[in-house]
């Protein structure tokens, strides 16, 4: 089974930036449809965008459309979002998730990930 790590959490300024990672032990991401979702305290897990397995396409929801950005680094190995301008409400813990199918389109749908990261923490905070 694909085990997904995430890194690049941490606390952050409003109007500050971080950039996490999405790597899988062992295996290159690269087939994968990869979502990234995050959940804050008290709240249900919600998407933050996701990039296609076929044509890199990507798709955000309306909260982090503009500031954030997933993209795949060279080697396929890993996915990254860029997290630019953050607001306090952006503090959760974030995950990535895989879902195996070859789609030019994606959506944040967390029941049809198959495969997730333990998560990591951002807090944006002055």
């Known amino acids: 089974q694909l085990q997904l790590v995430e890194s690049g959490g941490g606390l952050a300024q409003p109007g500050g930036s971080l950039r996490l990672s999405c790597a899988a032990s062992g295996w290159e991401l690269k087939r994968y449809v990869v979502g990234w979702f995050r959940q804050a305290p008290g709240k249900e897990r919600e998407g933050v965008g996701c990039?296609?397995?076929?044509?890199?396409?990507?798709f955000y929801v309306d909260s982090v459309k503009g500031r954030f950005a997933i993209s795949r680094d060279k080697s396929k190995k890993t996915v990254n979002l860029q997290m630019n301008s953050l607001k306090p409400e952006d503090t959760a813990t974030y995950y990535c998730a895989t879902m195996n199918v070859n789609v030019r389109k994606c959506a944040v749908i967390v029941d049809a990930y198959e495969n997730w990261g333990q998560g990591t923490q951002v807090t944006v905070s002055s």
């Open positions: 990039i296609s397995s076929v044509g890199e396409d990507t």
